[in-house]
């Protein structure tokens, strides 16, 4: 009988290891789709940079970063005109986490076509650059 005992026990600890384990799991992949939620489209380039992955890390991300209407599409059309106004990857990444980016995304809806939204972007796109130049990022290096 206390064989029985020590089997059902041992049986009953491979089971939590087991549920443990699949809860690491789960934690996991919800950490993993998280991460690629506030990745969306940016580029490696502008997503990697270190003052964005800092503010990343904080319990409440606002900016356009954390915009719920964001998609991949609209990062990289974001992205491509910051770029063309000629901002590098770390201004790109600041201005994103700003509340001026975040007022971007306010007249923006779910249907929004792809032209209409690129219009709204190239207005805010001098609005980065005179941010960038009040905060003294705009003529920083890389």
Known sequence: MLHSIEADEME??????????K??????????LAKARK???LSNAVYTQPR???YLKTD?????????HRTIERDRIVERQLRQAGLTDRQIAIWLTSTSARHMMDGVYKGMKKQVFGRLIKQYTKLAKRDLRRWGELNRGR
């Open 23 to 32: 809860m690491t799991e789960d934690k996991w992949r919800r950490k993993q």
């Open 52 to 54: 964005l992955q800092s």
């Open 60 to 68: 409440f991300i606002f900016g356009y970063v954390g915009n719920y």
């Open 39 to 41: 990745k969306g489209g």
């Open 12 to 21: 009953k600890k491979k089971k939590k290891k087991k549920e443990r384990e």
